[in-house]
């Protein structure tokens, strides 16, 4: 399934990370995918509000969780930059009023 959105389809996920060598290609990549599968199961699941949001929004925080375990240092750039993207979804899907900390609110980083 495609972005519909056409703010998300042409927002460069973690751009921030691409552009620093300590973050390696590959790990910045994974965490690309969990932003975009996000964005799809929010177009497919079309969550009524914001709990509903906020429940996708954490199990694609769990994603992140794992991917640190694995191979994704995210410290304290990964995580602003991380939390940033989440913010910016929620915004793009029609939930200005989103809080941050819930969106990411599973998260161990």
């Known amino acids: 399934m495609n972005i519909g959105n056409q703010q998300v389809s042409g927002h460069p996920f973690l751009k921030a990370l691409y ?3 300590y973050y390696p290609d590959h790990a910045v ?16 699941d079309r969550p009524a509000d914001l709990a509903a949001l906020y429940a996708l929004t954490q199990a ?3 994603e992140f ?14 995580r ?3 939390a940033e993207e989440f ?9 200005e009023d989103a809080d941050v900390e819930e969106l990411i609110g599973t998260r161990d980083w």
């Open 19 to 21: 552009r620093d060598d």
């Open 65 to 78: 969780n794992a991917l640190q375990d694995e191979e994704f240092d995210i410290e304290t750039v990964a």
């Open 60 to 62: 694609a925080t769990e």
């Open 87 to 95: 913010w910016f979804i929620a915004r793009a899907y029609g939930f």
């Open 80 to 82: 602003e930059e991380i």
């Open 29 to 44: 990549d994974r965490g690309r995918d969990v932003l975009l599968r996000l964005c799809r199961r929010i177009e497919a």
